[in-house]
């Protein structure tokens, strides 16, 4: 079993993350996905019960002392991400 693993509803039952049209259960839940799941929306640790101390490094390849909140963690992959869009060649419609 790997490092992650997601919340049981009342019932039990694994709860499911829907994300790039899968869905992922504790059935097919690898770490590679789960950090793939957190680089994409942080805020999905909350669906996790199971996860290593240091995922925030994992996710952003950052050591995680950087940051002092979460709320400063997400600012910076915010930050990363509007670089990234920033970076991309525009393209023009043609017409």
């Known amino acids: 079993m790997g490092q992650f693993e997601l919340q049981k509803s ?27 799941i957190l680089r994409k929306c942080p805020a999905h640790i909350a669906t996790f019960s199971r996860y290593p101390a240091n995922w925030k490094e994992l996710v952003s390849g950052v050591p ?16 990363k991400k509007s670089t990234f869009t920033e970076s991309k060649p525009k393209i023009k419609n043609k017409k």
């Open 64 to 79: 995680a002392e950087k940051y002092e909140t979460v709320d400063q963690f997400q600012q910076e992959i915010k930050a």
């Open 10 to 36: 009342k019932s039990g039952i694994s709860k499911q993350i829907h994300i790039d049209h899968s869905v992922i259960t504790n059935d097919n839940l690898t770490d590679e996905k789960a950090i793939n």
